[in-house]
């Protein structure tokens, strides 16, 4: 099995700004964030907890969870949406549910030499994908 925790740097990304579109994220906002090349920092502790950094020129997010225990996202805009994050081999699955319901799906792939995450939106299907390069 591959480690996962370790520090990860963006490379490419695969029809982001279509996916940005299907979740509502508005013109500039969806420009910023596409020109941003995102670090990502991943550690669990001790006590099970795994921690997922992501750092931009932008901003910085952190997100905290125990796996298979649903945990809050805050989004942009005031939004919360509720996630569940578990571990099926070398790969992390988040699902997110919206206020409104909507669905996203998250996957995180690793591999000895990168993560490969995939965004899935569920009412549209439109899926992204973003490239780390494990540092």
Known sequence: MVEIVGKYQ???NENLEEYFKAIGVPYIP???MLSTSPSLDITVDETGEW???TSTF???VVIKFQLGVEY???MPGGITIKSTTTREGDTLKTVSVAPNGSKVFR????SENECVLTLQHNE???EAKRYFKRL
């Open 124 to 126: 549209t299907g439109i």
């Open 51 to 53: 921690c997922i950094t």
């Open 58 to 60: 932008l901003r910085t």
């Open 107 to 110: 996957t995180y792939v690793f």
């Open 72 to 74: 809050e996202e805050h």
């Open 10 to 12: 963006h490379q490419r």
């Open 30 to 32: 969806r420009k910023m």
